[in-house]
């Protein structure tokens, strides 16, 4: 079996990439911008599942504005809020394509 450089593989490119992303108390625009480039290694990663923490509190911005971005974003196949127990209204849930 030929080597493969770990820093290349599937693997430890998931472990390097945490399960969610925390966007609370980031402006809207800048935490958009972050959302969408988490998407984008967490996808290539080959995760399944990731979690937005956008916090229930508030004008409710933060939330609407995930939410539109996991509308329309290409790798993202579906979302739903997250359970109590994962955060509830303060979090999603996004079911990301599979890249592979």
């Known amino acids: 079996m030929p080597y493969q450089n770990p820093q290349e593989s599937t693997l430890f490119k998931k472990l390097s990439i945490p399960s969610e992303i925390h966007l609370r108390k980031d402006k809207v625009i800048p935490a958009i911008q972050r959302l969408e480039s988490y998407i984008k290694d967490a996808t290539n990663a080959g995760m399944k ?3 937005v923490i956008h916090g ?5 911005d933060m939330r609407r504005a995930v939410h539109e971005l996991l ?3 290409p790798d993202v196949e ?4 997250a ?3 994962e955060g509830g209204p303060g979090a999603t849930i996004a079911v990301l394509v599979s890249s592979l």
């Open 71 to 73: 509308n329309v974003h």
């Open 83 to 85: 359970p109590p127990a």
């Open 56 to 60: 229930r509190t508030g004008s409710g």
């Open 49 to 51: 599942e990731i979690r």
């Open 78 to 81: 579906s979302y739903y809020p």
